[in-house]
């Protein structure tokens, strides 16, 4: 019984290995966020890292490692276990005591193992969004308040984004969206204490307390608070300046402070939290 379970194990893995393409692919594909769904989805992950690190540099597995040290928090018990393993990886001493200097170095290290450079959004621009995202925020930033809001109010949702790194692995991109929002964000006020929540201009509730956020990417900041502990005190925080000293310790792209605008500008792209090498 036991040889026939290890011979079905076996099996599995090498068919799931032949799918993937090779040892590199497979790995990285137990790093995408949906893993965390799955019973010991952590462990498998941590026994991907760890194979990672052995390996040869490859962009398959470098590239989606490099991007979980930016979509999970330093806090999360996983985090510290990404950075030893592309600290292994690439050679570098990187201390997870410090993760702003930590990330920069990896992201650095990375670009120069791939042959690449990083932009304004970091190493979040190292991928294209997803078409179906592409659509979902294009809807968001459309014409259409009432299916705007709708989107917004689904990010956490089962047909959403169900966790802070899935959410930036998709979107985290978006923050540096400067397009307009068409919806009213409020907190909504529940059991747990409130909650951010979008509104057509001509549904919103009498009384209720905006959260002042008109671009997409900043709606998509606030979007955050939904997923996440450390969300602010009050909803009338400056969305900016809450996110601002986040990304620059995560290195994530964030909106540009706003500045006065003459009739007839746009406002300008955001950037990512360290610069650009």
Same mark, same amino acid.
């Given at each position: +019984?036991?040889?026939?379970? /290890?011979? /079905?194990?076996?099996?599995?893995?090498?068919?799931?290995?032949?799918?993937?393409?090779?040892?590199?692919?497979?790995?990285?594909?137990?790093?995408?966020?949906?893993?965390?769904?799955?019973?010991? #989805?952590?462990?498998? &992950?941590? $026994? $991907?890292?760890?194979?990672?690190?052995?390996?040869?540099?490859?962009?398959?597995?470098?590239?989606?490692?490099?991007?979980?040290?930016?979509?999970?928090?330093?806090?999360?018990?996983?985090?510290?276990?990404?950075?030893?393993?592309? $600290?292994?990886?690439?050679?570098?001493?990187?201390?997870?005591?410090?993760?702003?200097?930590?990330?920069?170095?990896?992201?650095?290290?990375?670009?120069?193992?791939?042959?690449?450079?990083?932009?304004?959004?970091? /190493?979040?621009?190292?991928?294209?969004?997803?078409?179906?995202?592409?659509?979902?925020?294009?809807? +968001?930033?459309?014409?259409?308040?009432? &299916?705007?809001?709708?989107?917004?109010?689904?990010?956490?949702?089962?047909?959403?984004?169900?966790?802070?790194?899935?959410?930036?692995?998709?979107?985290?991109?978006?923050?540096?969206?400067?397009?307009?929002?068409?919806?009213?964000?409020?907190?909504?006020?529940? #059991?747990?204490?409130?909650?951010?929540?979008?509104?057509?201009?001509?549904?919103?509730?009498?009384?209720?307390?905006?959260?002042?956020?008109?671009?997409?990417?900043?709606?998509? /900041?606030?979007? +955050?608070?939904?997923?996440?502990?450390?969300?602010?005190?009050?909803?009338?925080?400056?969305?900016?300046?809450?996110?601002?000293?986040?990304?620059?310790?995560?290195?994530?792209?964030?909106?540009?402070?706003?500045?006065?605008?003459?009739?007839?500008?746009?406002?300008?792209?955001?950037?990512?939290?360290?610069? $650009?090498?």
């Amino acid at each position: +019984m036991v040889l026939r379970v /290890v011979v /079905v194990v076996v099996g599995a893995l090498t068919f799931f290995i032949w799918a993937s393409g090779g040892i590199a692919p497979a790995a990285a594909r137990l790093l995408q966020p949906d893993m965390t769904t799955l019973p010991a #989805g952590e462990s498998i &992950r941590h $026994a $991907a890292l760890a194979l990672i690190a052995r390996r040869p540099v490859s962009p398959d597995s470098l590239k989606p490692l490099v991007r979980l040290a930016h979509t999970l928090p330093p806090d999360d018990e996983s985090w510290p276990i990404v950075l030893a393993a592309g $600290a292994q990886l690439l050679g570098q001493r990187l201390d997870p005591k410090t993760p702003a200097e930590s990330l920069a170095r990896l992201d650095a290290a990375a670009a120069s193992a791939l042959g690449t450079r990083l932009g304004p959004l970091g /190493v979040l621009e190292w991928w294209p969004t997803d078409p179906f995202y592409v659509t979902w925020l294009n809807e +968001m930033a459309g014409t259409d308040p009432s &299916r705007a809001a709708a989107l917004f109010n689904g990010i956490g949702s089962r047909e959403g984004l169900p966790s802070a790194e899935w959410y930036l692995t998709e979107v985290g991109r978006a923050f540096a969206d400067p397009r307009p929002v068409p919806f009213v964000l409020i907190a909504d006020t529940n #059991g747990r204490g409130w909650a951010p929540r979008a509104f057509p201009p001509d549904k919103v509730p009498e009384g209720a307390r905006r959260i002042d956020a008109p671009t997409l990417g900043e709606a998509l /900041v606030v979007g +955050m608070w939904s997923l996440v502990d450390g969300r602010p005190d009050s909803p009338t925080v400056d969305v900016i300046a809450w996110w601002s000293p986040i990304a620059r310790m995560r290195g994530l792209p964030a909106p540009a402070p706003r500045v006065p605008q003459a009739a007839g500008t746009t406002t300008q792209a955001g950037t990512t939290g360290h610069p $650009a090498r």
